[in-house]
């Protein structure tokens, strides 16, 4: 109960949270158009696309108008120059039923968000705080919803520094807490490390016990395949697909699974694996927000093979292929995981007479079963690889202790009786160190390799 209770001061109602209720939402979009701060491999087109993309995940939030204004350096106090950020705010004044603006960069200080407010007299979200909320919006397992309130403490620390400037400046009232010795400021600090040690505490008890879920996986053998992507380029889809569980429902928007997630199928030769849903990538997705999710994405780092799969329909499917390439080497993962990863080229069906242009890619279509057979293959062949396993035939005498013995140390697949001479052909998925056990206690067996 004291956990129970814990938990919920935790995750309870957040400050940083928007008011409840409809959002009518200008997105502002800077447009950098040379120097280093242009992005390679995007448009303002397309930025401002996803952008509206994300607002649309949000429930009674709707877009009322996308502005493109150009800068030269959107790292300014304001982003904009001075005549631009005039026109900007003439703009934004005219939209009479706006309530908030959607600035998409990745994050504003809490003093420019301030001035940016008194400027259009409206709520400013950027690209931090909008996906933070659909997370907060999305979040449905413990886990999940205290990821998301370790991922707001950095933006209520930005806010207390921003209190402590507007005191500074105005000098008002008692700096101290009734005598305690302990400033206002002081006291909301130590507040949000409390606050943020216990979160990282509740976190860590629940990773040990997915540790303990991971340990008891290990023993019954079952290989774990993640399956990793941008967001909504059809993972859970492609999971659905491939183990046949009627109970997923993909849902078409941006960050629909927050949690990981196990799902069991099989490959050709019956052999069970468990593939792993989990949480999809962004561009430009805050530095801290994926920090906060590393106690979900340790998953990955434990699986046999990682599925990674693209949107190949999407105009900056390349650009995503960076940003879930780079995530994926800071996590730190095995080399040989890296190295093995199958890329999958999903949503083929849109595109006539489509064919893979890097080596090794699988085309399919997830959703009406394209290419699937060809990516079980793959996936099998890499798991045989990365975990050591063989498939073989062995001939097996039934009155010997073979047939047992395979049964308790590998995987039995087929049983054919051959009742004329009392032998049986076994079809078996069994470890390289199995095997090696197996030839030595029964050198006189046959074996077939598949």
Known sequence: ????????????????????????????????????????LSTAELQIAEAVAL?????????????IIPTKN??????????????????????????AVFLNVERISSLTKKELEGAWGVRVFDRYSVVLHIFRCNARTKEAKLQVALAEIPLLRSN???ELSQRDQQRGGSRYIMGSGETFVETQSRVLKERELKIRNALEKLRRKRSLLRTQ?????????????????????????????????????????LDITAHAGYLPSHMAVIYVDTIGFLTDLPHNLVESFSATLEEVAYSDLIVHVRDITHPETTLQKITVLSVLRNLNLPSHLLDSMVEVH????????YKPTEENAVAISALHGHGLEELKQEIEKKILIATGKKILTVNVNLEGPQLSWLYKEAT????????????????????SSAFGRYKNLFPKSKIFMS
């Not at 607002?55 to 502005?67: P, S």
């Not at 996986?217 to 889809?237: A, D, L």
């Not at 569980?245 to 941006?254: F, I, S």
């Not at 999903?346 to 007479?353: G, P, T, Y």
């Open 1 to 40: 109960e004291e956990d129970a209770a814990e938990l919920r001061e935790l995750t309870g109602a957040s400050p940083l949270a928007p008011a409840p209720g409809s959002q009518r939402v200008a997105i502002v979009q800077p447009a950098v158009k040379w120097g280093p701060e242009k992005p390679p």
């Open 55 to 67: 607002v649309d995940t949000l429930q009674n939030w709707t877009v009322l108008d996308k502005i």
């Open 74 to 99: 959107p790292n300014k106090k304001l982003v904009f120059g001075k005549g631009n950020f005039e026109v900007l705010t003439e703009k934004i004044k005219k939209l009479p039923h706006v309530t």
């Open 160 to 162: 207390l520094k921003n």
């Open 217 to 257: 996986r290990r023993k019954c053998e079952f290989p774990m395949v993640s399956v990793m992507g941008y967001t909504n380029c059809g993972k859970t889809t492609l999971i659905k697909a491939l183990t046949g569980e009627a109970g997923l429902q993909p849902r078409d928007q941006l960050f629909a699974t």
């Open 346 to 353: 999903n949503k083929v069906d849109l595109i006539e007479r």
């Open 412 to 431: 039995v697949q087929e049983v054919e009786v051959l009742p004329e001479d009392g032998t049986a052909r076994v079809k078996v998925i069994i470890s």
